[in-house]
């Protein structure tokens, strides 16, 4: 491609609401332009690093045995009515009307819409396991779309779906895609965990896991052990129980203590001189709209996730300030398990400390010497806090648990019958009895990796592209095209190059060099070749912008030296 022709313009600098660094990058570079929020316009640098990666994920997924096909984005809103979905998403799942005031959705995910074809195109557990997936535009209103690429409302999505007539075949699919998975983001050039998660709404009976690609501007906290492969997402992750001396309770009877302005656990520590470890923190929340009470040590942070789990509820909220006052009778941070009239649920660290500070449910007021057990009941005892970093892991006997940001790239279900129940997608077994067919879900984010890489590739002078996503592999730079020499010499190597199958960026733009060179930083190609004052010696400089390693060849050794790499995937 000749850069005199190339629709791409280079900015000096990120507009301001462009904070984390792949948004400012790829727009300074000319990849992507936003028309309105979330929404996003592929450049043609972006588009094909967007072709860069379909073609992987196609190539691995063929090698998985998926078929692909393309459903569409307007969805009957019958279908997320009969499944049960319509009511449990809000102002997120776009609807609209079209001229007979039929109502549609854009689709955020397709779980319906396939189920639907696949209840009316299989009768016959001979036509089963199949897997299919599509590689298709996804619409989630997001209230805060933000950071470009990585959280959009109208993003592109490879979603697949599986189809068994047993579990052992679910596992089997599952597993398939999950290597097919490790192989798409190995190529993709990605550092990158496969988690156990949580299924959240989605549901779905038995596992599911998420591949994080790891960078600190991450919305997700992924806990990895230091020795063992235990990695889980943190609403799931556990650590190993710590041991506490057991010997016997000689606490004396608790004791109200007045407390005044003591309102968070750092006043309450400093007032007290205790630490956070003697602290029983209590919070109400409401689940499903009803008031309940989690008590976690001082040191430790709900986790929601897993009271909502253990609760079954749909929603869980911190409660407002009023609804605790009504509730414990005293303003927020004085609330205790003491004479609380709702329920109570207890994490498991604190049932097995001696004793703990908690508030008193009056304003102004805290008690000490609580004994749990003997002074609140612990009859909803769970696993109902954050881990920590440097806890020890619950999978091995050494190792020690890391805390890690990570970008979700990718996301894998066992659903099971949920889909297929609700929506009657049934075949006739061997011995002609209908049965429900059993499906897996699995997603990456494929506009979303495109930002993954480059929060994982880039320097201070811009992008720095693995050569398989690259949108061109060679940056072909004559420093002035007005010497007819360096032009002569870049022309015969650009068809030369060309003529191998090598897609070259040639810069043949009337620019002065510093210009083409800060662009081509910016830009990112693998391997940049500058025919400059040492052709008249027959050498080119060649640099690979991974390593800025400046050489002097011949154009024959150039030739060579592109030709014999190694031919990225
Ligand atoms: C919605 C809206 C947003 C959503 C969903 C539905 C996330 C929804 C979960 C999934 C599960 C899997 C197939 C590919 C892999 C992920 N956000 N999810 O179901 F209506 Cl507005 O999408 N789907």
């Not at 050039?189 to 591949?211: P, S």
């Amino acid at each position: 491609m000749r850069q005199s022709q190339l629709f791409a313009n280079t900015l000096r600098e990120a507009p301001a609401e462009a904070e984390v660094t792949s948004h400012r990058l790829l727009l300074r570079a000319g990849f992507i332009r936003q028309l309105a929020a979330g929404i996003y316009i592929f450049m043609p640098l972006g588009l094909r690093v967007l072709q860069n990666v379909e073609r992987i994920l196609r190539d691995e997924l063929e090698r998985a045995g998926a078929n692909e096909l393309l459903m569409p984005a307007l969805q009957p809103t019958e279908l997320w009515k009969e499944s049960g979905r319509y009511d449990v998403y809000g102002p997120e799942l776009i609807r609209l009307t079209d001229r007979h005031h039929r109502e549609f959705a854009l689709g955020p995910t397709h779980e319906e819409v396939v189920t639907m074809l696949m209840k009316n195109e299989i009768n016959s557990y001979r036509q089963l396991p199949v897997t299919v997936y599509q590689i298709q535009t996804k619409f989630r209103d997001e209230r805060r779309p933000r950071s470009g690429l990585l959280r959009g409302r109208e993003f592109l999505m490879k979603d697949a779906y599986s189809f068994d007539t047993t579990w052992d075949g679910l596992n089997r699919s599952y597993r398939a895609m999950y290597d097919a998975y490790h192989r798409i983001f190995e190529r993709c050039g990605l550092t990158f965990r496969a988690v156990e998660a949580d299924a959240g709404a989605i549901g779905g009976e038995g596992g599911t896991h998420e591949f994080m690609a790891l960078a600190d501007i991450g919305e997700d906290t992924i806990a990895v052990c230091t020795h063992c492969g235990y990695s889980a997402n943190i609403e799931k992750a556990i650590s190993r129980e710590e041991c506490f001396e057991t010997e016997g309770n000689t606490i004396p009877k608790y004791d109200k203590i007045h407390t005044p302005g003591v309102h968070t656990i750092k006043e309450l520590t400093e007032y007290l001189k205790i630490k956070p470890v003697n602290v029983m923190k209590t919070l109400i929340y409401l689940a499903d709209g009803n008031p309940v009470a989690v008590i976690v040590r001082g040191d430790h942070e709900v986790n929601e996730i897993k009271v909502k789990n253990a609760l079954g509820a749909e929603t869980l909220t911190l409660s407002e300030t009023e609804t605790t006052e009504s509730v414990t009778g005293a303003k927020t941070g004085f609330a205790g398990p003491i004479g609380l009239s709702i329920p109570l649920l207890v994490d498991k660290v604190v049932i097995r400390m001696k004793w703990g500070i908690t508030g008193a449910n009056e304003s102004e007021y805290h008690i000490k010497n609580v004994v749990p057990g003997r002074d609140f009941s612990v009859e909803h005892v769970g696993d109902f806090r954050n881990v920590k970093e440097d806890e020890a892991c619950s999978r091995c006997e050494e190792g020690k648990l890391r805390l890690v940001k990570g970008i979700e790239v990718g996301h894998v279900f066992k659903l099971g019958t949920k889909y297929s129940e609700a929506l009657k997608a049934r075949y006739l077994d061997a011995n002609g009895k209908e049965q429900p067919i059993i499906m897996g879900c699995y997603g990456i984010g494929v506009s979303r990796i495109v930002s993954a890489i480059v929060e994982q590739y880039h320097d201070e002078r811009g992008i720095v592209w693995p050569p398989a996503i690259a949108p061109y592999r060679v940056h072909l730079i004559p420093v002035s095209i007005r010497d007819d020499m360096q032009r002569k010499i870049a022309e015969d190597l650009y068809d030369a190059l060309r003529q191998i199958g090598i897609d070259v960026l040639l810069d043949d733009r009337d620019e002065r060099a510093g210009v083409k060179f800060n662009d081509s930083d910016l830009i990112g190609l693998p391997i940049r070749i500058v025919v400059g004052k040492d052709a008249i010696h027959g050498k080119v400089e060649y640099v690979e912008r991974s390593e800025n390693n400046k050489q002097l060849l011949s154009v024959e050794e150039v030739v060579m030296r592109i030709n014999t790499g190694d031919k990225f995937r």
